[in-house]
């Protein structure tokens, strides 16, 4: 019943070399979920996973820094050799399938179905697999967007997604062991309470009595050492970096 986290991609607002947008593979009681999709993210998963035994795929917002390799995942199911022996549940904000086969010039989302079962997310939502629940909370963004608690064992993982400083964040790390928590701006913008400041992160870790930080998401503004080092000061406990194929064990 361990839990662990594997980083993908940590990358904002797009991947660079050898660092992918934000994705995620958690994996505990005998279940493997890819958290966020981001670009360059499914090749990722690919070096710690075989996308056909995923579990479930769960999504915190449709900005493409996110979700922008569900394309590379349809084709690699549909047509790449991994296709699962029954659709992948994805749990994501309303809209997700659309914007799939939108994109794909698709007339409508009946060809996902063969491949992928959409899900939409909603505040308190709740999904399990295996001895892994996912339970959603919703986050302030300039989107729908969704904060993640997962618990396996005894074991609790908080994931901010992207979120602005908000009551949300605090409850969904309340006494988790580690909080995933993105670091992604220098400073607020007058009137803009969309992602955190490493003080605005370091300051939810410490709020929630979280056992440990792992900073993600930093954006062009930061490096992610400074980011961390800055976090780490406002939270006052074991604080990291997080890197792209790093497991930790929760």
């Known amino acids: 019943m361990s839990l662990t986290l594997t980083v993908l991609g940590t990358a904002s607002p797009h991947p660079g070399p050898d660092r992918p947008c934000s994705g995620y593979l958690v994996r505990g009681g005998g279940a493997e979920v890819w958290v966020d999709a981001g670009p360059g993210t499914f090749a990722e998963l690919q070096r710690h996973t075989d996308p056909a035994r995923l579990d479930a795929v769960w999504i915190s917002h449709l900005h493409a820094d996110h979700s922008a390799d569900l394309l590379s995942a349809v084709y690699g199911l549909a047509y790449g050799g991994l296709t699962p022996e029954a659709p992948l549940p994805v749990y994501a904000p309303a809209g997700c399938a659309d914007r799939v086969a939108g994109f794909l010039g698709r007339p409508d989302t009946g ?14 939502h709740v999904a399990r697999h295996g001895g892994l629940t996912l339970t959603a909370r919703a986050v302030t963004h300039d989107v729908e967007a969704y904060g993640l608690r997962v618990v396996a064992g005894g074991r609790v993982l908080a994931y901010s997604g992207d979120s602005g400083p908000c009551a949300a964040l605090t409850e969904l790390a309340h006494d988790a062991d580690l909080f995933l928590c993105e670091a992604d701006i220098d400073a607020h913008r007058e009137g803009e309470q969309v992602h955190l400041t490493p003080e605005d992160a370091g300051s939810a870790a410490r709020a929630a009595g979280a056992g440990a930080l792992l900073v993600t998401h930093v954006g062009p503004t930061l490096t992610p050492e400074a980011a961390t080092a800055r976090a780490a000061l406002a939270f006052g406990g074991p604080t990291a970096t997080a890197r792209v194929g790093a497991t930790t064990a929760v």
């Open 111 to 124: 060809f996902l179905k063969e491949v992928l079962d959409v899900r939409a997310l909603s505040d308190g």
